[in-house]
């Protein structure tokens, strides 16, 4: 199993003139602890759950940018990007663009956006839930027909395009990685096993059960649902002195048995470092294991 950073909170005591080194230190620390994925959230307000809308927060891919000029092995993406807020053929460019300038770290992480109150806010699109899933699908559809050698057109129900011309290509091939963020059982996990690398869940009671639906939309499409990495979302706090290391140990081997591989986490105080130095010393080479 590999563990993941998340990083969404971008208040400081500085503000923001100290907001860049500090991501600095942060990435620079996680790929050093042996981290194996970066991830900023794709909002323009800060969600509720993290705080006001009068937060500080910054665009994804600009910073995704910034975070590959200071690393060099950590993956990086959005968790996930929201797929209402840019045009598909500019999400694909935006991906590629991360990739070539990472040396080919970049991963799509996408979902069909949830914070109605912050595209509402900025005059952003946010359609039914039922036009959203069908722009998701169309969205990853010319995402992989752009990283792919065609450059023909793309004839969708929302989106059309003339031609779908991507140079330079991503380094990773045959395209970089697709992970689906969503646990909804009957669009997004079939999505998943048509077009994805990698589904998102919640480490939630209902966990099981997701899988069991996964696995079930994979025969139904003739996926190998093995070929699909399970990661899932799980609070990671180590505690000032290590003193949660165990019961977080216990839980990622109890997720390991039903078949995750990644574990992402958003770790508190993690511009502090050293919880990241903590998780990298005494948790990331223990789940190695598994």
């Known amino acids: 199993m590999r563990i993941g950073l998340h990083v969404s ?13 500090d991501l600095r230190r942060v990435a620079t620390a996680a790929e050093d602890a042996g981290f194996a994925r970066l991830s900023v959230a794709d909002h323009l307000w800060q969600i509720p759950a993290n705080g006001s809308a009068e937060s500080e927060m910054l665009e994804a891919y600009t910073t995704l940018g910034y975070l590959a000029a200071c690393t060099s092995r950590i993956d990086l993406l959005t968790w996930v990007t929201a797929v209402v807020f840019r045009e598909p053929a500019l999400l694909a460019k935006c991906v590629t663009t991360v990739d070539v300038l990472s040396g080919g770290r970049a991963w799509l992480g996408i979902g069909a956006a949830w914070y109605e109150e912050e595209a509402r806010g900025l005059g952003l699109p946010f359609p039914s839930t039922a036009e959203r899933f069908e722009r998701l699908e169309e969205t990853v559809q010319i995402c992989l027909q752009m990283w792919a050698d065609e450059d023909g057109p793309y004839d969708g129900e929302h989106y059309r395009l003339e031609r779908t011309l991507n140079v330079p290509q991503p380094l990773r091939r045959p395209h970089p990685p697709i992970m689906i963020g969503g646990g909804g059982e009957r669009k997004t996990l079939r999505l998943v096993a048509r077009y994805a690398q990698a589904c998102n869940l919640f480490a939630a009671p209902e966990l099981e059960r997701k899988l069991d639906v996964l ?24 505690g000032p002195d290590g003193e949660n290391v165990e019961a977080l140990l216990g839980e990622l081997e ?3 048995r039903l078949g995750v591989t990644h574990a992402h986490s958003r770790v508190p ?3 502090d470092i050293t919880p990241l130095e903590i998780v990298g010393e005494r948790i990331i080479p223990v789940a190695a294991r598994w």
């Open 254 to 256: 109890r997720l390991a």
């Open 269 to 271: 105080h993690a511009m």
């Open 9 to 21: 909170d971008f208040s400081r005591p500085g503000g923001a003139s100290a907001l860049g080194a």
């Open 215 to 238: 696995r079930e939309h994979c025969a139904a499409v003739g996926r190998d649902y093995d070929d699909i990495e399970k990661t899932v979302v799980l609070p990671m706090d180590p």
